[in-house]
């Protein structure tokens, strides 16, 4: 398959999976693997970041979540399965990008102060903390991932791993004497012109700005000074998008979960409304019969509206045609109880996690197959990061 549809993603190590995940990301993951060379990271350093002062849920949850994502469908056969801190390249690349990175690109990353805020129970005026975009950047840029799958909230950390790319190709990826032969010409623009031309030179070279571009051809076209080997010279110049050696990669946005939890508020951990993956049959069905429905409807005999109800929600993920149409009418004209309302979808999310919970038993009655998978994964991850990094060395000239 094509490097040049490479996709990486990864998961902090946090603790069992719950169906959100599954419906927001890894549903997707196992679509994805089977049209691109995929690799799926337990992001394991990350989660150092914000618990280093307790790392014991981190060391219990790799293995789990890896069980999670296999019995989600994830298949090691197609995609390369790793643990972040079993690749030391990940490490290596990110303190190298650490030498080129302005403090200032990482302090206005929105996560950053958001989780300050939000973790304010935690100190994470740590030098880690604030790299953790910058950490992902490396995970990104090490594989030359052309695509990310990622949550709307991880967007800036893709953006910002396209700006790190597109300073690490500016910096070392121009070829030696051209600039040199170009920089000479510059005076001759006049003083004024010449640092507004450096100005919009860097504007499009490090930021992409395609608008500095058009006023630096402008600048030259009426520029009276130059020569016509110089003006073209200076043009070349500008548009020398220097070599890539880091490609630039894509967020893969994938839609905000549809799947609520069972309160209608996002499903997750610290609002204590999730189901788990492979939540046992007995529990998802205790959870959904005690699931809220429309506040409105208080009797049996009282109408309701599904829009209002959080069990809406879940069949129209978990539903067919047939069942929400019953759904609408049973409950907009008193037809069924809410009971009744909840039982195909009990029925459907048993159905469900009873094959998660069917392709994670093998995993579970054998520990050793997990630790194999990730052995390999490591290997293969170690193998084709070695490459990018060896180009990056030679890139910054620590290569002997
Ligand atoms: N920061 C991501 C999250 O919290 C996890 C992650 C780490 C990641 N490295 C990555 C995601 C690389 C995509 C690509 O969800
Ligand atoms: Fe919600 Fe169904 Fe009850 Fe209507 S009948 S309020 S959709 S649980």
């Given at each position: 398959?094509e490097?040049s549809s490479?996709i990486?993603?990864g998961?902090?190590?946090?603790g069992?999976l719950?169906?959100?995940?599954?419906?927001?990301?890894i549903k997707?993951?196992v679509?994805?693997?089977?049209e691109?060379?995929c690799?799926?990271m337990?992001?394991?350093?990350?989660a150092?970041t914000?618990?280093?002062?307790?790392?014991?849920?981190?060391?219990?949850?790799?293995?789990?979540m890896?069980?999670?994502?296999?019995?989600c469908?994830?298949?090691p056969?197609?995609?390369v399965?790793?643990?972040?801190?079993?690749?030391?390249?990940?490490?290596?690349l990110?303190?190298?990008?650490?030498?080129?990175?302005?403090?200032?690109?990482?302090e206005?990353v929105p996560?950053?102060?958001?989780q300050?805020?939000k973790?304010?129970n935690r100190?994470?005026?740590?030098?880690?903390?604030?790299?953790y975009?910058?950490?992902?950047?490396?995970?990104?840029?090490?594989?030359?991932?052309?695509f990310v799958p990622?949550?709307?909230d991880?967007?800036?950390h893709?953006?910002?791993t396209?700006e790190?790319a597109?300073r690490f190709n500016?910096i070392?990826?121009?070829?030696?004497g051209?600039?040199?032969?170009?920089?000479?010409?510059?005076p001759?623009?006049g003083h004024k012109?010449a640092?507004?031309?450096?100005?919009l030179?860097?504007?499009?070279?490090?930021?992409?700005?395609?608008?500095?571009l058009?006023?630096?051809?402008f600048?030259?076209k009426?520029a009276?000074?130059l020569?016509?080997?110089?003006?073209?010279?200076?043009?070349?110049?500008l548009?020398?998008?220097?070599?890539?050696?880091l490609t630039?990669?894509?967020a893969?946005?994938?839609?905000?979960?549809?799947l609520p939890?069972l309160?209608?508020?996002?499903?997750s951990?610290?609002?204590?409304?999730t189901?788990m993956?492979r939540?046992?049959?007995?529990?998802?069905?205790?959870?959904?019969?005690?699931?809220?429905?429309?506040?409105?409807?208080?009797?049996?005999t009282d109408?309701?509206?599904?829009?209002?109800?959080?069990?809406w929600?879940?069949?129209?993920?978990?539903s067919?045609?047939?069942?929400?149409?019953w759904?609408?009418?049973?409950?907009?004209t008193?037809?069924?109880?809410?009971?009744?309302c909840?039982?195909?979808?009990i029925?459907s999310?048993?159905?469900?996690?009873?094959?998660?919970?069917?392709?994670?038993?093998?995993?579970i009655?054998d520990?050793?197959?997990?630790?194999?998978?990730?052995?390999?994964g490591?290997?293969?991850?170690?193998?084709?990061?070695?490459?990018?990094?060896?180009?990056?060395?030679?890139?910054?000239?620590?290569?002997?």
């Amino acid at each position: 398959m094509e490097n040049s549809s490479r996709i990486l993603s990864g998961m902090r190590a946090t603790g069992n999976l719950h169906l959100g995940h599954y419906h927001g990301a890894i549903k997707n993951w196992v679509n994805l693997q089977y049209e691109h060379e995929c690799y799926f990271m337990v992001a394991d350093i990350h989660a150092l970041t914000t618990n280093y002062e307790s790392t014991g849920l981190i060391a219990s949850s790799v293995h789990e979540m890896v069980i999670d994502w296999l019995a989600c469908g994830v298949d090691p056969s197609q995609a390369v399965i790793f643990i972040q801190s079993e690749v030391p390249a990940h490490a290596e690349l990110h303190l190298l990008l650490s030498m080129i990175t302005p403090l200032s690109w990482l302090e206005r990353v929105p996560t950053y102060k958001e989780q300050i805020e939000k973790l304010s129970n935690r100190d994470l005026g740590t030098y880690g903390f604030l790299g953790y975009p910058l950490l992902q950047s490396a995970d990104i840029l090490l594989y030359n991932a052309k695509f990310v799958p990622v949550g709307e909230d991880q967007v800036s950390h893709v953006e910002l791993t396209r700006e790190i790319a597109r300073r690490f190709n500016y910096i070392y990826g121009r070829e030696t004497g051209f600039e040199e032969k170009a920089r000479e010409v510059i005076p001759k623009l006049g003083h004024k012109r010449a640092l507004l031309y450096e100005e919009l030179l860097v504007q499009y070279q490090q930021e992409g700005n395609d608008e500095a571009l058009e006023k630096a051809r402008f600048l030259l076209k009426d520029a009276v000074n130059l020569s016509l080997g110089e003006r073209e010279r200076l043009f070349a110049f500008l548009e020398n998008k220097s070599k890539v050696i880091l490609t630039e990669p894509q967020a893969l946005v994938t839609a905000a979960s549809k799947l609520p939890g069972l309160d209608g508020q996002k499903m997750s951990k610290s609002y204590n409304n999730t189901l788990m993956l492979r939540e046992a049959p007995d529990t998802i069905s205790k959870k959904i019969k005690s699931m809220q429905t429309d506040p409105a409807r208080i009797r049996r005999t009282d109408t309701g509206d599904p829009q209002k109800c959080p069990v809406w929600q879940l069949h129209r993920v978990y539903s067919n045609e047939e069942v929400k149409q019953w759904v609408q009418t049973g409950c907009t004209t008193a037809g069924i109880g809410c009971l009744d309302c909840k039982g195909p979808l009990i029925e459907s999310i048993q159905a469900e996690s009873e094959q998660f919970r069917e392709r994670a038993r093998p995993y579970i009655e054998d520990r050793n197959l997990v630790r194999n998978i990730l052995a390999d994964g490591a290997e293969k991850a170690n193998e084709t990061t070695e490459d990018t990094l060896d180009m990056v060395k030679s890139a910054m000239g620590i290569k002997y």
